[in-house]
Every structure is written in structure tokens, then in C-alpha cells.
């Protein structure tokens, strides 16, 4: 490293953010994730050990998945090398491989690849890194915020240990604010400045689990914040909602919390609690989600959950489906809204789901059996010469209109695929063909 290397690594590191700064050395400055870096866990041993292997960091933004790379690169002797795949090319690839394989050979020395956002990278890129960390080239580090099994090459899944970092708690949260505020050596201890407890409250409960988030406020705040009085720089509560004005909501529409979120959704009106169903259904909206697309979720829990215990559910769904489409945001939220509310709180049955399988899975294992001739079509010329629709009972000239008669092909008298539930509209039909059947036989 020359003199202009050195000073340019300097003065990076003191303007960097405050976020990148306050990043620990050693795993026990970390905050947070002891589920896999408490001191009985094995990523923690491997760590300390400094005999780590390929390891895939998974997590939501701002959770430490950058951090514990970074840990490592300070405790490993092994030779460290980064490379962001948003930016990265094959290139970039080849020379960390190149001069790994010189470490390896010279010196024995291993290299640690550490990949940050690896999900970016295509297929060909994550199949060329494959054949080094199979013969022990490479130990990879990769960082993602999707999910890897979604993501990243089964091959590189299969060598590699995934991790899942989880949000930070609020308490974690707050400690990195208090050093951030309090700590000279990397935070900003220097500015004489203090926060309130009810303003670190704020910050780390609007921080949503992201760390990076809640730094980020607070060196906001203390740049921009008058000194009071007394000299100091004071970070109230006023301060700190001007510092965070809108929590950003973790969502990604084609990653993880998309699932999760829709998930949560269906299973919250599925469950009969409105209140949750609203909840995720904000959260989408928040996030921008189509509204097309929520629409679509609530037609299809209607039919699943709630079936024939309220018909009218598929109706409602159905409509307010064409409403937010000719209606549009923000107006559509409350048409939505109705819509979940009027499924989660619908009596629920899940019959018609289960009829419509049954029947599927009997065609599976059955061949298709002629329809019964009675039951054929007769309305064409020398339909009634085959003998098609003869003899057919038209039920509206029977009393209850209803008639006994067969309806299911030969071998498949007694047969069920629709077992009615006891909630709801169902009960009625229950009752409604328990009568029928009552009446057959007298």
C-alpha cells in the first residue's frame, strides 16, 4: 500500500456513515443474533476457532449480515477478499480465484471470498465460483437478503451453511444507539451530544429491526441539530420523528417478506380475526403492492375458507375485485378493506375445497365412466335414435322439486366427494339434503 493508499483509507474511514463506522471488530462488540453467535453456538466457535467454512448469511436489511463478514475478515488469518455482485464481473472473479490459488499454493494460506448481495449474481456467475469452493479455493461468505433457496444455486446451497439473521430487537436497538451517541472512538461521542430515553424509545421501536435505519436518524440528528444553551446538542423526541418521518416498510415483491406478508394475510381472514387481516392488508397497500393482486387473494380465500358456509363471500370478493379496478388507490383501500373484513368475519368452510380434490383425486385413480344415458344430451338431430336423454326426470315436476334418479355413472352409486360443514348457510344444505334423503325413502 503506498502513501496515497493509506491516506485514502484514512479519510474514508472518518467521513464514512456513522452506520459503517460503528461496525464491531470482534464478535463480542456485536449486538444481537445470539441464536447463532451466542458463545455455546457453532458459528461463534468456527469463528473464534477460525475454522469457518462456506456460510450463507440471510436476512433483512440492517441485521448484521455485512458485519459478521467483517468480524470474521478481523479474527480469520486467512487472506480476506470482498466483492459486491451488483458490481462484480467475471473478471473481478477471476482475479480473487488467481490469487487465491497463488495464496493456497506459495503459502497455504486460505482465502475467504465474501460475496455481499450474491443473489444478484446470474447462474453462470454462481456456477464459476462453484468448482473453487468445492476443492477448497474459496470459503464463501455470502450475504443476501432473499431467501437462498429461491436464490442461489443449489450447489453452492449444498457446501455452504445458511444462517438467518433475524430483525433486532428494540433493546438491541437501543444499546447501538446509546454508543452511537456516547462512544467517541467510532461514534459520535466527540459531539457532545445526548438523547433522550423517550427518543431512543422512537428510534429503535421505528427502526423496525434495522439497525443501519436507526443510525443513520441519529447522525442526522446530531449534524443537523442546534446546540443548546448549555453547549450540548440535545436529541429529543421532536428531533427524532423529524429524523425518521416515515417508517419504511420491510417489503420486497419479489422476495421473502412478499410471501411471508401474503401468507400471514390469507391465514389472518382464514382465521376469523379481522383486526389482522386489516394489519397485513395495510401493510401491503403501504408498500405499494397491487392492489389487482390482493384483490385476487381475497376471490380465491373466499371460495377456499369460506365456501358455501356464506356464498355471498365470493360475491363480495368478486365485486369489490371490478370496484378497485375502475376505482383505483387511495379509495381502493376502503373497498378492500370491506372486502377482508366481510371473509375474515364470514362463517367458514372449507366442504367445496375438499368436494372439488376428492373428485380429482378419484379421476386420478379411475378411469372416466359414460355418463349415464338418461343424463346425455337430446337437443340435436338423432339424439333420441341413440337413445340420448330418455327416460330423464325433470325435478320441477316432482313435489320439493326434487326427484330420486341417478346422476353418477354406473359403479359409483354411494360414492361422496361433498360432505357439508355445520356453519352457516352449510347447515341450511346440510339439513336441506339430510330432508331429501329422509324423503327418498318414504
Not at 464463501?140 to 457446501?159: C, M
Not at 367445496?352 to 380434490?357: E, G, I, R, T, W
Not at 338418461?374 to 337437443?379: A, E, G, K, V, Y
Request: aromatic share 8%; with cysteine; proline share 4%.
Amino acid at each position: 500500500m503506498n502513501l496515497f493508499d493509506y491516506m485514502r483509507e484514512n479519510t474514508m474511514e472518518k467521513e464514512s456513515p456513522l452506520a459503517s463506522r460503528m461496525r464491531p471488530e470482534t464478535l463480542d462488540e456485536v449486538v444481537g443474533q445470539k441464536h447463532i453467535i451466542g458463545k455455546d453456538k457453532l458459528l461463534y466457535r468456527a469463528i473464534q476457532a477460525d475454522q469457518l467454512g462456506s456460510v450463507i448469511f440471510y436476512g433483512p436489511p440492517g441485521t448484521g449480515k455485512t458485519t459478521l463478514a467483517k468480524v470474521i475478515a478481523h479474527t480469520t488469518k486467512a487472506q480476506f477478499r470482498q466483492i459486491n455482485a451488483t458490481i462484480a464481473g467475471k473478471k473481478d472473479m477471476e482475479d480473487v480465484v488467481n490469487e487465491a490459488k497463488d495464496s493456497r499454493g506459495m503459502y497455504g494460506r486460505k482465502t475467504i471470498l465474501f460475496v455481499d448481495e450474491i443473489h444478484r449474481f446470474n447462474k453462470g456467475q454462481q456456477d464459476f465460483l462453484l468448482p473453487y469452493v468445492e476443492d477448497g479455493t474459496l470459503i464463501l461468505i455470502g450475504a443476501t437478503t432473499e431467501n437462498p433457496y429461491f436464490e442461489v444455486n443449489g450447489a453452492l446451497l449444498s457446501r455452504s451453511k445458511i444462517f438467518e439473521l433475524r430483525p433486532l430487537e428494540k433493546e438491541d436497538i437501543k444499546e447501538l444507539i446509546r454508543r452511537a451517541v456516547y462512544d467517541e472512538k467510532k461514534g459520535m461521542g466527540s459531539y457532545r451530544a445526548e438523547i433522550t430515553d423517550e427518543a431512543a424509545d422512537f428510534l429503535a421501536e421505528a427502526a423496525g429491526g434495522d439497525a443501519r435505519s436507526a443510525l443513520n436518524a441519529v447522525e442526522l440528528g446530531i449534524l443537523t441539530t442546534d446546540r443548546g444553551a448549555d453547549g450540548m446538542i440535545h436529541i429529543d423526541l421532536e428531533t427524532a420523528q423529524e429524523c425518521i418521518q416515515k417508517r419504511a416498510v420491510r417489503y420486497d415483491k419479489n422476495g421473502d417478506n412478499h410471501y411471508d406478508t401474503i401468507s400471514a394475510f390469507i391465514k389472518s381472514m382464514r382465521g376469523s380475526d379481522p383486526d389482522a387481516a386489516v394489519y397485513y392488508l395495510a401493510r401491503m397497500l403501504y408498500a405499494g403492492e397491487d392492489i389487482k393482486f390482493i384483490a385476487r387473494r381475497i376471490i380465491i380465500c373466499a371460495a377456499e375458507d369460506v365456501g358455501m358456509a356464506d356464498p355471498q363471500a365470493l360475491s363480495v370478493a368478486v365485486n369489490a375485485s371490478l370496484a378497485v379496478e375502475r376505482v383505483g388507490m387511495p379509495e381502493a383501500r376502503i373497498i378492500l378493506a370491506e372486502a377482508v373484513i366481510y371473509v375474515a368475519t364470514a362463517p367458514k368452510s372449507n366442504a367445496a375445497y375438499l368436494a372439488v380434490d376428492r373428485a380429482m383425486a378419484y379421476l386420478k385413480d379411475h378411469p372416466a365412466l359414460p355418463v349415464p344415458p338418461h343424463l346425455q344430451d337430446r337437443h340435436y338431430s338423432g339424439a333420441a335414435k341413440l337413445g340420448r336423454g330418455l327416460d330423464y326426470q325433470y325435478a320441477h315436476d316432482y313435489p320439493h322439486h326434487y326427484v330420486k334418479q341417478q346422476y353418477l355413472p354406473d359403479g359409483m352409486d354411494g360414492t361422496v366427494f361433498y360432505e357439508p360443514g355445520e356453519n352457516g348457510y352449510e347447515k341450511k344444505a346440510a339439513d336441506w339434503l339430510a330432508f331429501l334423503k329422509k324423503e327418498e325413502k318414504e
